[in-house]
């Protein structure tokens, strides 16, 4: 079974430009976290998806962020216009229903220029 | 907003001694989950202590919590070289739930 796969591993982005960040959970998931950690940080909390379903985006920037969860594919969390305060690692969880441990994936390190 | 506070915010000691890191937390939870992180890569799932529990024992691993005080703490025994690496806590308010981060705890043992 493999584990949660991200994609890219490393992204570079000049500003103004949009980054596409791919998470595909463990195999039997249905729900996934993403969360985002500045250097030196503890991570913090973005979004939690199911199946075409937004659960709980409470931890998402109102403006140029976006995640989404289709039936089929990966989830996908976009970042429309990028700063230079996006430049972070973004990780991707899933868990299975009623399930405390979240599993994560290698992360996606964004910097931009 | 942030939940958890490590301290110490760094650790250094020797190969063989024991490390042991705090983490505080300010709402109820249901459970607090500690975490690996080596430098640049991804979380590693450690321990996980529900509420209703006091201690808990994994290999070298020992977690403790404190509900009243709000507060959990991690021993490492018999440290390596390996377990260098940065230690998260992390909380839950229910399963299928945000996991809520502290700062976390770099910790380096010294061969």
């Known amino acids: 079974n493999a584990g949660v796969m991200q994609n890219p591993r490393h992204l570079v982005r000049r500003r103004g430009q949009e980054a596409r960040l791919r998470c595909s959970p463990m195999k039997g998931h249905s729900h996934v976290y993403w969360y985002r950690q500045l250097p030196e940080e503890g991570l913090k909390f973005m979004v939690y998806?199911?199946?075409?379903?937004?659960?709980?985006e409470s931890g998402m920037p109102k403006e140029r962020f976006s995640a989404e969860f289709p039936k089929e594919g990966p989830s996908i969390l976009r970042i429309q216009q990028v700063v230079r305060g996006d430049s972070a690692a973004y990780f991707c969880a899933s868990s299975p229903p009623a399930a405390e441990t979240q599993y994560f994936g290698p992360g996606t390190r964004l910097l931009v220029l | 907003s942030q939940q958890g506070e490590e301290d110490p915010q760094a650790l250094s000691i020797q190969e063989g001694e024991n490390a042991t890191m705090n983490c505080s937390y300010k709402t109820s939870i249901n459970n607090l989950q500690w975490y690996r992180q080596n430098s640049g890569r991804g979380l590693v799932h450690l321990i996980l202590?529900?509420?209703n529990e006091r201690e808990k024992h994994s290999g070298r691993l020992r977690v403790t919590l404190d509900t009243s005080k709000k507060s959990s703490s991690l021993l490492i025994t018999a440290s390596r070289a390996a377990d260098t690496a940065s230690y998260f806590c992390?909380?839950?308010?229910?399963?299928?739930?945000?996991?809520?981060w502290g700062a976390g705890t770099k910790l380096i043992i010294k061969p």
């Open positions: 202590i529900r509420s």
């Open positions: 992390a909380t839950q308010r229910d399963s299928n739930y945000q996991l809520i």
């Open positions: 998806l199911q199946k075409e379903n937004i659960i709980d």
